[in-house]
Antibody, heavy 121, light 106 residues
Framework: EVQLVESGGGLVKPGGSLRLSCAASGFTLTTYSMVWVRQAPGKGLEWVSS????????KYADSVRGRFTISRENAKNSVYLQASSLRGEDTAVYYCARKADGDYDWYFDLWGRGTLVTVSS | SYELTQPPSVSVSPGQTARITCSAD??????AYWYQQKPGQAPVLVIYKDTERPSGIPERFSGSSSRTKVTLTISGVQAEDEADYYCQSADSSGTYVFGTGTKVTV
């Protein structure tokens, strides 16, 4: 089955860190760009970060730049998001998603179920 | 960056037609995409490149575009279509933007 499964969420204190993982199965991650998207409780979707297939192109939303780091290990079919200096406003469900396979296809055709990150003292 | 503006809510009776709009000047140059999200679930792509429907998405879902506004239309709405709907686009630098979201109540 083609799927993405996120893990690594949990409760963390303000200023703390967390590493989120996204494991892909049923397809080869190698050729796809991947993204992280988050959704605060009761709020809309917010793009967080993107990484190209070979990790040469990485981009962050202004809200997380300098605090979050995206990476991937194609050999392990996995993508990661290292979140540091966490704030209350980072509390959200974090989704891993696959960008469609086309240079000009700027959309996400496969999503994971998400992992909840709660930042609270 | 820019914003994609959607109405907060749309209410429709079963069997009727729901129309959800998404507006931004950037849409005159960029495609829009639509996702359906039901409570507690991940988003699902329902329309891509303004008007294209992925395999497995019912024909009652359609998309249209007119300059700076795109529209998701659900014809013959069913109870199972009750969900939040988000439009999405991207700029040439690879920055993605989601719309504010529209809650469809059937």
């Amino acid at each position: 089955e083609v799927q993405l499964v996120e893990s690594g969420g949990g409760l963390v204190k303000p200023g703390g860190s967390l590493r989120l993982s996204c494991a892909a199965s049923g397809f080869t991650l190698t050729t796809y760009s991947m993204v992280w998207v988050r959704q605060a409780p009761g709020k809309g979707l917010e793009w967080v970060s993107s990484i190209s297939s070979g990790s040469s192109f990485i981009k962050y939303a202004d809200s997380v730049r300098g605090r979050f780091t995206i990476s991937r290990e194609n050999a392990k079919n996995s993508v990661y998001l290292q979140a540091s200096s966490l704030r209350g406003e980072d509390t959200a469900v974090y989704y891993c998603a696959r960008k469609a396979d086309g240079d000009y296809d700027w959309y996400f055709d496969l999503w994971g179920r998400g992992t909840l990150v709660t930042v609270s003292s | 960056s820019y914003e994609l503006t959607q109405p907060p809510s749309v209410s429709v009776s079963p069997g009727q037609t729901a129309r959800i709009t998404c507006s931004a000047d950037a849409l005159a140059k960029q495609y829009a995409y639509w996702y359906q999200q039901k409570p507690g679930q991940a988003p699902v792509l329902v329309i891509y490149k303004d008007t294209e429907r992925p395999s497995g998405i019912p024909e009652r879902f359609s998309g249209s575009s007119s300059r700076t506004k795109v529209t998701l239309t659900i014809s013959g709405v069913q109870a199972e279509d009750e969900a939040d709907y988000y439009c999405q686009s991207a700029d040439s630098s690879g920055t993605y933007v989601f719309g504010t979201g529209t809650k469809v109540t059937v």
